[in-house]
Structure formats: C-alpha cells, structure tokens
C-alpha cells in the first residue's frame, strides 16, 4: 500500500503561482512513477504531467510551459510548481503513484481555484 497526501492548494489571481506537494509512504519511492491529475466540476479527471523514476517528465499541452513536476526521493515527495495561472486551471488536483508491475494508488485531492 503507497499513502499519499496531496498539500499546496489555495485561492490564487490569474496569473499567479501555485506549488502543489505530494508526500508518498513507503521506502520505495523512488521507483515509483509519480504523476498528477486534476478534475474540474462536472468533467472527467484529465492527466496533467508525470515524472519517472529516472526524472523524466512529460507534460498535457494545456499546461507544458506553465507547470513545472519534480520529485525529492529524500523526502518521498512529488510537487507540481504552477505558474502563469489561468482560471481553466481550477480543478480538484490529485497525485499518483505506480510502483513497478502494481496498481496506480490516488491521493484525495487538493483544491485549486484561480479566480479572474
């Protein structure tokens, strides 16, 4: 079992910043493929960037440029810095883990709202 607690969310202006963190459980994180989603009301929840074990990453066109993923293996933890915020970008958003040959485990979300 991988526990993950999503921290960050807020209330920001268009245009402003937001970094979101992910803290993971267990020793293995570094393995781990760690990824962000987010869902906004009343639609599906769409991938937003991942990072692999090595540190590479990839990103949805909507935010390539404006969102930047990372990770800290020291200290189990993913973070999405996001800037250059738009109000589309208001959406629950929520953190991944998927170690090696198991299932995909979620986090329960951080809310964030970009007001115009």
């Known amino acids: 079992q991988v526990q993950l607690v999503e921290s960050g969310g807020g209330l920001v202006q268009a245009g402003g910043s937001l970094r979101l963190s992910c803290a993971a459980s267990?020793?293995?994180?570094?393995?781990?493929?760690m990824a962000w989603y987010r869902q906004a009301p009343g639609k599906q929840r769409d991938w937003v960037a991942t990072i692999g074990s090595g540190g590479g990453t990839i990103y949805a066109d909507s935010v390539k440029g404006r969102f930047a993923i990372s990770r800290d293996n020291a200290k189990n933890t993913v973070y999405l810095q996001m800037d250059s915020l738009k109000p589309e970008d208001t959406a629950v958003y929520y953190c991944?883990?998927?170690?090696?040959?198991?299932?995909?485990?979620w986090g329960r979300g951080t809310q964030v709202t970009v007001s115009s």
């Open positions: 991944a883990a998927t170690p090696p040959y198991t299932n995909t485990y």
């Open positions: 267990g020793s293995s994180f570094s393995i781990y493929t």
